[in-house]
C-alpha cells in the first residue's frame, strides 16, 4: 500500500544510488563499466527503499538505523547480483562457459570481482552516512504523515 514514508523511501535511495555509482566509475579498470551501471543501480535502490525501508517507516529512530543499513545491504546484494547475472548472460552468449553449472557458478566470482573493486572507504562511507540519512528522513516523514 502506497504511503508516504514509502515514497519518501524510494524518491531517496534512488539517488544515493545513482551519485554513489557515479562515485565507483573511476575505480573500475578502463573499459570494465558495467552497462546501465547508474541505472540499475537506481531502480534497485528505488526498489528496496520502497519495500525496505519505507514498509518500516514509523518505528522509530533506533528501528530507522536498522532498516537503513538493512536497505543499505540489501542493495548491495541486488545491485552485486543483477550486474554480476548480466555479465554472465553476456559471457555465456559468448560461449565462454562449458555448461550452465559453470555459467551459474560464475555469477559469484563475477560478484566478488565487483565487490573488490568498489569496497572503498569513499564508496561505502558514502553509501552508508547516505543510507543512514536517507532512513531517518524516511522515518520523520512516515510518522509524521502516515
Not at 31 to 56: D, Q, S, T
Not at 71 to 83: G, K, R
Not at 106 to 124: C, D, K, Q, Y
Amino acid at each position: 500500500m502506497p504511503t508516504f514514508g514509502r515514497l519518501t523511501a524510494a524518491i531517496l535511495f534512488a539517488p544515493l544510488c545513482w551519485y554513489v555509482s557515479l562515485l565507483a566509475i573511476p575505480l573500475f579498470p578502463e573499459g570494465r563499466v558495467p552497462p546501465m551501471w547508474a541505472e540499475i543501480n537506481a531502480v534497485i535502490g528505488l526498489l528496496m527503499g520502497w519495500i525496505i525501508a519505507g514498509k518500516r517507516a514509523g518505528d522509530g529512530t533506533s528501528a530507522a538505523i536498522g532498516y537503513g543499513l538493512t536497505t543499505f545491504a540489501a542493495i548491495i546484494f541486488w545491485s552485486l547480483f543483477a550486474h554480476s547475472f548480466i555479465e554472465m548472460i553476456d559471457r555465456s552468449l559468448n560461449k565462454r562457459y562449458d555448461g550452465p553449472s559453470e555459467a551459474v557458478i560464475s555469477i559469484m566470482e563475477l560478484a566478488a570481482e565487483l565487490g573488490g573493486w568498489l569496497a572503498t572507504p569513499l564508496v561505502l562511507g558514502t553509501f552508508v552516512v547516505g543510507s543512514l540519512i536517507a532512513a531517518l528522513i524516511t522515518e520523520y516523514i512516515g510518522s509524521r504523515y502516515s
